[in-house]
């Protein structure tokens, strides 16, 4: 029943640093806009990774609770009617809320969703273990199965913090993006020779792409201003991106002319240089 206690309140701890995180990032002031050019919508997940990091230590707390009545031998207690309403009321509640959050796909909605799922597995297991414990007599139940609820949301909200670090930190896009970016890019190639690079990457929920794309020497500069901003903005209209950035260079090869003739012009200035002060 502690456990389910503490649970409860860290849902209100939950929808208090959602709904925060959310107006922060909803917030246009010019203030704030100077301040954060690039947007607040890395908020989300750092509120998210702050939750997680709250309920894994909150969870570590209970476990070494359960521990120390399974070592004390502590005798499991009848529980009331209310409780037991308003256990069996949460879990029904929880799972509407729930199957109603897995729909939206966003960083916040989806820890909302997650927390509700680990609701309905706590407060069920939470409601059964203590009813079984008190009337087969069993001491030991009660204190064991909130060890192990334990367990189990630690490990459950320690992958959504580790998911959200490494998002933060510039995951690679997924697959399926990466074809639908390669898709888009290669609809310019009437125009663009070739691409040396595209690479896409995590900024927080958003994904940032980059484009290198190769054209023709003797292309007008205005031609290539306007062929990279397009493919910037009709990059930036899919859903999952949030910024993309074009830089163009001519056709590989003459980079590649172009790269060895600077060498050799340097290596020869080094031994002028050497003969020179010789």
Known sequence: MIASLVDSGLDLLCTLIV???????????????????VGRRRLE??????????MVISFLQILQESVTKLMDHVE???????????????????GLIGLGCMRIKTTQVQALAQDCKTDVYFN?????????????DIWWL?????????LYII????????????????????S???????????????????????????????????????????????????V??????????????????VTTDCEFFEFIVLCDLLLIVSNRCRCWTSRTRV
């Open 45 to 54: 997940p750092l509120g998210i990774l702050v939750f997680s990091i709250i």
């Open 124 to 136: 069920t297991l939470s409601l059964l273990f203590p009813l079984i414990g008190y009337h087969a």
């Open 76 to 94: 499991p207690a009848q529980l009331p009617p209310v409780a037991i309403g308003a256990m069996a009321g949460t879990v029904g509640l929880k």
């Open 176 to 226: 399926e993006l990466q074809k639908k970016l390669m898709y888009l890019a290669y609809r310019f190639s009437p125009v663009v020779e070739g691409f040396k690079s595209i690479t896409s990457y995590h900024a927080g929920d958003g994904i940032w792409v980059e484009f290198d794309i190769l054209m023709d020497s003797n292309t007008k500069l205005y031609t290539t201003h306007d």
């Open 142 to 150: 009660d204190p064991a199965g909130a060890g192990l609820l334990s």
């Open 19 to 37: 709904w925060t995180t959310n107006r922060l990032v909803q917030w246009r002031l010019k203030s704030l806009n100077k301040r954060f050019p």
């Open 155 to 174: 490990y459950d909200w320690a992958g959504t913090c580790f998911e959200n670090i490494i998002r933060l930190s510039g995951q690679a896009a997924d």
């Open 228 to 245: 990279a901003e397009t493919l910037q903005y009709c990059c930036e209209g899919l859903a999952e991106v949030d910024r993309a950035f």
